[in-house]
């Protein structure tokens, strides 16, 4: 049976110390791990989660011990050949925490190592930390007031005592912090780090993207200067190297960062919060997929710290926890210091094409930009057009096909002349009319951020337009520069992506305009009118943030969309209450669980032949083991079918209790594992 962490000879003769080293060798090993003989000089020096050298191969490798144990003494094994640091680099929690990545997520033990510790961390290369782009950020709270400047309001205050009584108990409880727009959330979260480390403890405070929230980061270095270790994707090898072995040390009581933090060395752990918990961003993308929510939610288990998850949107499957005991709720429905929430407009853009007016920017809009510029007050234009996201819709009846199993929109597939859903694989022929009209007005839908910056420049040309998209982030600065630009009132309209959704606290713009509400709606993703609602109710909560007068403009050609439609009034139970139906009547989270098996090869027949044999096997292994409530959907082409000269066909394992798989799911070359798909 496994050993505690400090190995120490067997008692029995016939026994021998052995290690489990997670080696550091792309191996494809499901469990990553191999056995390995402790000599006798190291025998009780070893640890668990020590790096050592080992023989691999033919070749010599670095690793680090997962586990200790014993075996019988005649099993031949080859020895550790010696301790690379004097000291564990990775403490028993994280080394623990990577077996349960591992496992949840279907992935080998080395690779959840390789995310957790930094490559210079590997490489044994120490350096100090350049502070030049954590000075910016932090500088961001510039006239700020911190948190003790501010005297909590009755709402925020009774959240602040109620998650203090659970951080006095050392017990690992979950809070589902739901509050509006600019209703003081982070004032909690400031008053309650304060507590925490008054007694001692640590914090981390996850964000979707540092340079997205340079204000929420700075209102952190601003109340605990030089208490901050700040994570970010701008920092070199060798600096998060430095930062990381800062936190291991204990030199840094908080750290913030994005998901990639959730794996901090933080040995006196006792608050996580997750701010904007529902963002995609916190999913991981690339091997190991996790999402970094549920991997808090192990490590406050684990560690009997207090997790914050933080939302004006909340997630549906976290709201719907909290209402079924498995969080505590919090409300906070107001907005700070009595401010109200901005008037939203829904603008019908199809009577807007029906008085030909073709401007992408309504005319409503427009009016109301013109007003704001008159006044020396700010807009923001959002506009999201999330990757390849196509559909087609018809501009006189504004209706969107759907695929008639899965509530979700079929994409257009070009070469095939046929609209297809990525859930299930049905399809049908592209329509030359609209089937609910009969219109001949139907076309894939989309405009990019250049064409509206272009078109508010023709229409206002003296206005002062920036932009903030994926192509002007060319630069670790490039968001900070175009935030101080707005903050200073060096600009007069915001054009951007999800960029601007979030985050940020301008008190001069008092007209947001979303250019199309559509594009995020009819996404070929169950989560689709989830993540329209929430960025709908995120960007209107850019506006009113100050003392003036503020107006929202909703664009859309489907107006009574329920996502749409709850946006409007603010209205988070109501959409809730729908969205809970819709799932609930196709199984989706959170009345059951997904897994997308991907498979990809740069022969088209072969890839589609693999993934239909995993469907035929996934078949038969459910019906042998009788897990009725398991459903194979698939194979269907993936939503980009064709990247980097593969073909690719997904495998969607629909059900409850999708782990009763376990080592049955498809694996081996070519072949990837999205659990909990986002």
């Given at each position: 049976m496994l050993s505690m962490p400090l190995v120490t000879a067997p008692a029995d003769p016939g026994l021998r110390s052995v290690a489990h080293v997670a080696v550091e060798a792309r191996v494809g090993s499901v469990s990553g791990l191999f056995d390995y003989a402790v000599p006798d000089d190291l025998t009780g020096v070893i640890e668990v989660g020590h790096r050592v050298r080992v023989p691999f191969g033919k070749r010599t490798v670095?690793?680090?011990?997962?586990?200790?144990?014993?075996?019988?003494?005649?099993?031949?094994?080859?020895?550790?050949?010696?301790?690379?640091?004097?000291?564990?680099?990775?403490?028993?929690?994280?080394?623990?925490?990577?077996?349960?990545?591992?496992?949840?997520?279907?992935?080998?033990?080395?690779?959840?190592?390789?995310?957790?510790?930094?490559?210079?961390?590997?490489?044994?290369?120490?350096?100090?930390?350049?502070?030049?782009?954590?000075s910016r950020i932090l500088r961001q709270a510039t006239g700020v007031p911190t948190a003790s400047d501010i005297q909590l309001e009755p709402a925020q205050q009774a959240a602040k005592e109620r998650i203090a009584v659970a951080l006095g108990r050392h017990e690992g409880q979950v809070f589902?912090?739901?509050?509006?727009?600019?209703?003081?959330?982070?004032?909690?979260?400031?008053?309650?780090?304060?507590?925490?480390?008054?007694?001692?403890?640590?914090?981390?405070?996850?964000?979707?993207?540092?340079?997205?929230?340079?204000?929420?980061?700075?209102?952190?270095?601003?109340?605990?200067?030089?208490?901050?270790?700040?994570?970010?994707?701008s920092l070199t090898d060798a600096e998060r190297a430095a930062?990381?072995?800062?936190?291991?040390?204990?030199?840094?009581?908080?750290?913030?960062?994005?998901?990639?933090?959730?794996?901090?060395?933080?040995?006196?752990?006792?608050?996580?919060?997750?701010d904007e918990e529902e963002s995609s961003a916190f999913k991981q993308e690339r091997i190991p997929r996790y999402h970094a929510p549920t991997v808090a939610r192990w490590l406050a288990h684990r560690t009997q710290s207090v997790l914050i998850l933080g939302s004006a949107t909340p997630s549906v499957v976290a709201y719907a926890a909290a209402l079924s005991g498995r969080a505590h709720?919090?409300?906070?429905?107001?907005?700070?210091?009595?401010?109200?929430?901005?008037?939203?407009?829904v603008v019908d853009m199809r009577k807007e094409i029906a008085t030909r007016h073709f401007s992408p920017l309504s005319q409503e809009l427009q009016a109301a930009m013109a007003g704001s510029l008159e006044r020396r007050e700010q807009s923001i234009l959002f506009l999201n057009r999330r990757g390849l996201a196509t559909f087609v819709l018809c501009r006189d009846c504004g209706q969107v096909r759907e695929c008639a199993h899965c509530s979700v929109a079929l994409v257009h597939h070009a070469a095939l002349g046929r609209l297809q859903c990525h859930y299930c694989g049905s399809s049908e022929p592209l329509p030359r009319r609209?089937?609910?009209?009969?219109?001949?007005?139907?076309?894939?839908?989309?405009?990019?951020?250049?064409?509206?910056?272009?078109?508010?420049?023709?229409?206002?040309p003296f206005s002062r337009v920036v932009r903030l998209d994926r192509d002007v982030m060319k630069t670790p600065d490039a968001a900070d520069l175009v935030f101080d630009q707005m903050l200073s009132g060096d600009a007069d309209v915001l054009v951007g992506t999800q960029m601007v959704a979030k985050g940020l606290d301008l008190p001069r713009v008092t007209?947001?305009?979303?250019?199309?509400?559509?594009?995020?709606?009819?996404?070929?993703?169950?989560?689709?009118?989830?993540?329209?609602?929430?960025?709908?109710?995120?960007?209107?909560?850019?506006?009113?943030?100050?003392?003036?007068?503020?107006?929202?403009?909703?664009?859309?050609?489907?107006?009574?969309?329920?996502?749409?439609?709850?946006?409007?009034?603010?209205?988070?139970?109501?959409?809730?209450?729908?969205?809970?139906e819709v799932r609930r009547n196709y199984g989706f989270p959170p009345f059951g669980e997904l897994i997308v098996a991907t498979y990809g090869h740069r022969d088209e027949a072969r890839a589609e032949r693999e993934a239909r044999s995993?469907?035929?096997?996934?078949?038969?292994?459910?019906?042998?083991?009788?897990?009725?409530?398991?459903?194979?959907l698939g194979p269907s082409p993936a939503f980009v079918y064709r990247l980097k000269d593969e073909f690719r066909f997904e495998v969607t394992l629909k059900g409850t209790d999708l782990q009763r798989l376990g080592e049955r799911l498809p694996r081996g070359r070519g072949w990837s594992l999205d659990v909990d798909p986002m």
């Open positions: 670095t690793g680090f011990v997962y586990a200790l144990d014993t075996a019988p003494a005649v099993l031949e094994l080859k020895p550790i050949e010696a301790l690379v640091d004097a000291e564990p680099v990775l403490p028993p929690v994280l080394i623990e925490l990577a077996g349960f990545v591992a496992a949840h997520y279907a992935v080998p033990l080395d690779e959840v190592i390789r995310a957790i510790v930094p490559p210079r961390v590997r490489a044994v290369v120490r350096r100090t930390v350049k502070r030049r782009r954590q589902l912090m739901h509050g509006v727009t600019a209703s003081g959330k982070t004032e909690v979260y400031l008053a309650l780090l304060a507590e925490v480390l008054a007694a001692g403890g640590q914090g981390l405070v996850l964000v979707p993207e540092i340079a997205l929230t340079p204000q929420t980061v700075g209102r952190f270095g601003a109340r605990f200067p030089g208490r901050l270790a700040v994570l970010h994707s930062e990381w072995w800062r936190i291991r040390r204990g030199e840094a009581d908080i750290v913030v960062g994005p998901r990639a933090a959730v794996f901090a060395p933080l040995p006196r752990l006792r608050l996580i919060v997750i709720l919090l409300e906070l429905p107001h907005r700070a210091q009595g401010r109200p929430l901005p008037p939203v407009t609209c089937p609910a009209c009969g219109s001949r007005f139907i076309k894939s839908f989309g405009v990019g951020t250049e064409r509206i910056e272009q078109e508010v420049r023709s229409l206002f007209t947001v305009g979303v250019v199309n509400a559509d594009t995020s709606l009819h996404f070929p993703d169950y989560r689709s009118s989830e993540r329209t609602f929430s960025l709908l109710t995120q960007v209107a909560g850019r506006a009113g943030r100050g003392t003036r007068a503020s107006g929202v403009f909703i664009q859309t050609y489907t107006p009574d969309h329920p996502a749409i439609r709850h946006a409007q009034h603010h209205d988070y139970r109501g959409f809730y209450r729908e969205e809970l995993a469907v035929e096997q996934l078949s038969a292994t459910i019906g042998l083991l009788n897990l009725g409530d398991i459903e194979v």
